[in-house]
């Protein structure tokens, strides 16, 4: 059971390398915020066919429901922050900097949730950041100011799994998960008029689908993977989704990371499976 959850999340990676590189491509031809709102219609197909509400309408009560509200905002930021970056970056760069969510939720537990940190924790979360400064090279004429966007979108990821946490035992997974993806189509279909841009061919439409596709499906895969094995055994994993970036971004985009950002990449995905090893370990 613990290889088919390994060989599910690796499968969930690969899709969700989709996103971004769906994202990416579109991002070349539609405004940002609409490649956001295809994303989570996507999202929200997935989730109402998951989850039926028709005929379990339970599903919308929510205990803390302006929890839940900001729970989604917080995704819904870090969603337009990413895909915003992503037109500047390459996928290994956007990626890199995207594994320092874990850090940041081990960094803010302490004053959010009353965990302990700990001597070890913040050794990794330091030298993780050194990791995303080499990735990044700031001082050089490869840094680019778009990495403080993608930043943000970390931190809004950071907040939005510690909100996660939050609620916990408090609301069902069902109940969460359309939550978060009707709020988006709610919160981004007014502004819809004003960005809206006409998608020009069948192609562009199709990798709209394939975006969305890529995500329910990845999100499915992921649902199955944490059914067979804990989360901290799962997390190393999650880290093979920057071979797929670097794959992808080669062959549809033409990129080559260079040696200073996979080197830091490298600094990177070894804290988050240090952080991943010690969060095992307490919990046994």
């Not at 995704?75 to 874990?102: D, R």
């Not at 999100?219 to 880290?239: D, E, K, N, V």
Request: glycine content about 10%; some cysteine; aromatic content about 12%.
């Amino acid at each position: 059971m613990r290889l088919l959850a390994v060989l599910l999340m690796c499968a969930a990676t690969v899709c969700f390398s989709g996103i971004d590189s769906s994202a990416k491509w579109l991002g070349m031809r539609l405004p940002e915020a609409e490649v956001v709102w295809a994303r989570y219609v996507g999202a929200a197909f997935f989730s109402l066919l998951v989850v039926r509400p028709l005929s379990r309408p339970q599903v919308f009560r929510a205990r803390r429901p302006w929890l839940q509200l900001v729970r989604s905002a917080l995704l819904l930021g870090s969603t337009y922050f990413n895909f915003l970056a992503l037109t500047k970056l390459q996928l290994a760069e956007t990626s890199t900097i995207s594994f320092l969510s874990p850090l940041f939720v081990a960094l803010l537990a302490g004053p959010w949730l009353g965990e302990r940190v700990g001597g070890p924790r913040m050794a990794a979360i330091a030298v993780g950041f050194l990791g995303v400064v080499i990735a990044t090279r700031p001082g050089t004429s490869a840094f680019q100011p778009i990495v403080f966007v993608a930043i943000a979108g970390v931190v809004c990821n950071a907040f939005y799994g510690l909100t996660t946490r939050m609620l916990a035992g408090r609301d069902s997974a069902e109940t969460t998960l359309v939550w978060t993806s009707i709020a988006g189509v709610v919160a981004a279909t007014p502004f819809l008029p004003w960005f809206w841009v006409t998608p020009q061919g069948p192609k562009v439409w199709a990798i709209m689908a394939l975006m969305g596709a890529s995500g329910a499906f990845g999100h499915w895969l992921m649902i199955l993977a944490h059914q067979r094995a804990p989360a901290s055994a799962m997390a190393p994993f999650g880290y093979t989704q920057l071979l797929w970036m670097i794959v992808i971004g080669w062959l549809v985009f033409g990129d080559t990371p260079p040696g200073a950002t996979l080197f830091g990449a490298g600094i990177v995905i070894g804290c988050g499976v240090f952080l991943a090893w010690r969060e095992r370990r307490g919990g046994r």
